[in-house]
């Protein structure tokens, strides 16, 4: 129930929509429907927003409403599964750029989080900011050692401010769930629960560091990405401290001629960064614009990016990820069978869905787009066109996969920015094909293996009550539908196949677990013994997994 604490907000809200024409969203909520009648009263907004479409006039709305609105827009943006296409475009634009805060309110900070004067901390900092944000503000600085650094700050009762403002978000949300008639498609309550945990991430600096330290440890060469490295001893969850690094605006076209760097291969090495970082990693940059994808000035003979802000980063579950990359080649290879198969295998579609008719939909949407030449095919907009067809099919995505669409079309967005003529598909096919022959190797599955035997050794005297007691549940089923001679029938059937699967499977574990003990402990002549009992061990648990 709405808290009286934010009726004047609420008020507040109600007449900057209507000053922006945004009647729809007020209709909805039925509350503020008398305001409408004193709309010459509330003044107009600095331009006319009658020529505007929808999604013009909230990110007008937006920016006039404040800051900690302007950055829930933007993280609604990126869930494009929640907003329709033509407001989340609009709210790519907004801007977070806000007054900054004192200078000695952001030592004040420092001190107190990192719990000593900000002499002893920095040989030198800056109390004018380099950038201010609704979240945090930015400060040069310089370490003892003569290293230049960044020292982001939180802004002061920004806590207290977010707390408020959520509060705020939550009413509006329950209104909107209330009254508005599309509210089972618009899900407002999911987006706002969106936003309060991405403002609820942004507001632990901590983790923003602890983002940049992985994501620099898996480019770690820096020869393709370099990402600047975390101070840990002078960053909390209210102050990080990073490397301070320069570069050029990836869409800087000019600047990148000029320094004689060669685009093409930059926007190629860029496509490839996007797939290591989704398939071989796991771990990827889901805001990558170009304000936060710089490129190394002094790098013309090795282009490289750097990569800057770790406040929004995505990963997949392991099977999404499996199941992505799957669907990946397959459309590479064009083949819709495949692809109608892999949504429903991954069980991001019922399995009553008619595959014929599935694969039918696929084909409809693809087949345009090859007829031209790979080179003006858009990936990240045959994605998004795949995925909007596939929800007539009760698609259910998880938000990560949403991310990784809206960071495919930033990725290829600056690709193309860099080199017009790039072939994405030339670029990412083999990239990708390469990273799944690594991943999914008989090598790799071996050594997974080999981290899980202990798991299995201790687990292991678990299993015979687990087969007994799924025995007496199976047992349990056939007595009560014993009427049912067919369904008899199938149940024996599944019985059979599970004895069948449990007897590879336990086959199959014991041949490798005994080959890993002789090959470690050396209780063994000739080494092909382990390694063909290991063979053997697994591929009677691949056949056993196969058969599940």
């Not at 596939?390 to 938000?399: G, I, M």
């Not at 080999?450 to 678990?462: G, L, M, S, T």
Request: proline share 6%; glycine share 6%.
């Amino acid at each position: 129930m709405t808290s009286w604490k934010v009726i004047p907000g609420l008020l507040r809200v109600a007449i900057v929509l209507l000053r922006y024409r945004l009647d729809e969203l007020v209709d909805a909520t039925h509350l503020f429907r008398p305001l409408k009648f004193v709309r010459p009263l509330l003044g107009r907004p600095v331009v006319d927003v009658r020529p505007l479409l929808r999604g013009a006039r909230i990110r007008l709305a937006l920016n006039e409403l404040g800051p900690i609105f302007v950055k829930a827009g933007q993280i609604l943006s990126t869930r494009r599964d929640l907003v329709p296409a033509d407001i989340a475009d609009e709210l790519a634009l907004l801007q977070d750029q806000v007054p900054p805060f004192p200078g000695d309110e952001a030592r004040a900070i420092i001190e107190r989080e990192l719990k000593l004067p900000v002499e002893k901390l920095y040989a030198s900092f800056d109390p004018v900011p380099l950038a201010s944000a609704s979240i945090s503000q930015v400060h040069a600085a310089t370490l003892h050692d003569g290293r230049a650094v960044v020292v982001k700050v939180l802004r002061p009762r920004i806590n207290e401010r977010i707390a408020r403002d959520v509060s705020l978000l939550h009413s509006l949300g329950e209104m909107a769930q209330r009254w508005h008639p599309n509210a089972d498609k618009i899900r407002p309550l999911d987006a706002v629960a969106e936003v309060e945990k991405m403002l609820e991430n942004e507001l632990d600096l901590q983790r923003e560091g602890a983002n940049a330290s992985l994501l620099r440890r898996n480019f770690i060469s820096g020869v393709d990405l370099y990402v600047p490295e975390v101070h840990w001893e002078l960053t909390t969850a209210g102050v990080l401290t990073l490397e301070r690094v320069n570069g050029l605006s990836s869409d800087d076209i000019a600047a990148i001629d000029a320094a004689g760097i060669d685009r093409k291969q930059l926007a190629a090495k860029g496509v490839r960064l996007f797939y290591e970082q989704v398939f071989r990693d796991n771990f990827f940059h889901a805001d990558a614009h170009p304000g936060n994808i710089w490129v190394d000035a002094t790098r013309a003979h090795e282009p490289r990016f750097i990569a800057l802000d770790f406040g929004i980063m995505g990963s997949l579950p392991e099977a999404d990820q499996y199941w992505l990359a799957q669907n990946f080649i397959a459309l590479f290879e064009r083949d819709y069978a495949r692809i109608a198969k892999l949504h429903v295998d991954a069980g991001w579609m019922p399995s009553s869905v008619r595959l014929d008719e599935l694969e039918a939909a696929v084909r409809t949407v693809c087949e345009p787009y090859f007829t031209r030449p790979l080179s003006q095919i858009s990936l990240a907009e045959l994605v998004v066109k795949l995925f909007q067809t596939a929800r007539r099919f009760e698609l259910t995505l998880q938000p990560q996969l949403i991310l990784l669409q809206k960071t495919l079309l930033n990725i290829e967005g600056v690709g193309r920015l860099l080199d017009p003529d790039i072939d994405i598909w030339a670029v990412a096919h083999p990239v990708l094909k390469r990273i799944l022959r690594e991943r999914y190797s008989p090598l790799r599955t071996l050594r997974e293996v080999r981290k899980r035997i202990p798991e299995w050794f201790h687990n292991a005297p678990q299993w015979p009550d687990l087969v007994r007691d799924a025995m007496r549940q199976v047992a349990a089923g056939e007595q009560k539908l014993l009427h049912d001679a067919d369904h008899l029938l199938h149940q024996r059937k599944l019985v059979r196949r599970m004895l069948e699967v449990a007897g590879s499977l336990l086959l199959g574990t014991t041949l490798i677990v005994c080959a890993t003990v002789m090959w470690t402990f050396g209780h063994h002549q000739n080494p092909w013994v382990p390694l063909g009992m290991g063979a053997g061990g697994l591929l009677s648990f691949v056949n056993g997994w196969m058969r599940r």
